[in-house]
């Protein structure tokens, strides 16, 4: 047969390797999932290799093949983190309207935040005494984010905030988003109210002025 090109099936070593790396993945999910529920309800002192493995029902040297060290896991977490909330912004229903969409995206972050509280304390609270992130894991946990960066950038192209970087008004929302949320979960606020009020007020320092 000439002038057609077939492409070859996957063959049987093909489907062997993809699924080994789906199976992979699932148990990568899976301990980290037993790993941020051990240290929601026993402290970060259950994190140990030896627990986690017994609990997931894996041995430890799976665990130090998949992440190196206990530091390794504590930093493979926080970035899962940081992937779970951009799950929870990209779900949002994409608006024609940009600020329309970046008025739904405030309680979609709220929702991540009350929705994992293991992760949460992690990302946010040193739940781990003595884990510092990498400049790197900072730098991805930060890209987790984007999403407000290009919502953003929309909203200044089409005339409803000031022309400025779209990374400083999403700083500034992050943190009045994040101020809020670490009162009303240390029980200082009954709702999201003044999550709405803070945030809805940061957006409006940067509108431009009709």
Same mark, same amino acid.
């Given at each position: 047969?000439?002038?057609?090109?077939?492409?070859?099936?996957?063959?049987?070593?093909?489907?062997?390797?993809?699924?080994?790396?789906?199976?992979?993945?699932?148990?990568?999910?899976?301990?980290?999932?037993?790993?941020?529920?051990?240290?929601?309800?026993?402290?970060?002192?259950?994190?140990?290799?030896?627990?986690?493995?017994?609990?997931?029902?894996?041995?430890?040297?799976?665990?130090?093949?998949?992440?190196?060290?206990?530091?390794?896991?504590?930093?493979?977490?926080?970035?899962?983190?940081?992937?779970?909330?951009?799950?929870?912004?990209?779900?949002?229903?994409?608006?024609?309207?940009?600020?329309?969409?970046?008025? *739904?995206?405030?309680?979609?972050?709220?929702?991540?935040?009350?929705?994992?509280?293991?992760?949460?304390?992690?990302?946010?609270?040193?739940?781990?005494?003595?884990?510092?992130?990498?400049?790197?894991?900072?730098?991805? *946990?930060?890209?987790?984010?984007?999403?407000?960066?290009?919502?953003?950038?929309?909203?200044?192209?089409?005339?409803?905030?000031?022309?400025?970087?779209?990374?400083?008004?999403?700083?500034?929302?992050?943190?009045?988003?994040?101020? *809020?949320?670490?009162?009303?979960?240390?029980?200082?606020?009954?709702?999201?109210?003044?999550?709405?009020?803070?945030?809805?007020?940061?957006?409006?320092?940067?509108?431009?002025?009709?």
């Amino acid at each position: 047969m000439t002038g057609h090109h077939v492409s070859a099936p996957l063959g049987l070593q093909g489907a062997y390797l993809l699924g080994e790396r789906a199976g992979q993945d699932e148990l990568r999910s899976r301990l980290l999932d037993v790993a941020v529920g051990l240290l929601a309800s026993d402290g970060p002192e259950s994190l140990t290799i030896r627990r986690i493995a017994a609990e997931a029902g894996c041995t430890a040297p799976v665990i130090y093949t998949m992440f190196g060290s206990r530091e390794g896991l504590a930093e493979a977490l926080y970035l899962e983190g940081f992937e779970r909330f951009r799950r929870y912004l990209e779900a949002v229903p994409h608006r024609r309207d940009p600020f329309e969409h970046l008025t *739904a995206l405030g309680p979609a972050y709220r929702q991540a935040c009350l929705a994992e509280p293991g992760f949460y304390s992690l990302m946010f609270e040193r739940a781990i005494p003595g884990f510092e992130p990498s400049e790197r894991a900072r730098t991805l *946990a930060r890209a987790a984010l984007n999403i407000l960066d290009r919502v953003i950038a929309d909203c200044i192209a089409q005339g409803y905030l000031i022309p400025t970087q779209p990374r400083k008004i999403a700083d500034a929302l992050w943190a009045a988003a994040q101020g *809020a949320i670490s009162l009303e979960r240390a029980g200082h606020l009954r709702d999201g109210r003044t999550y709405e009020a803070v945030t809805t007020a940061t957006i409006c320092c940067y509108m431009v002025n009709k």
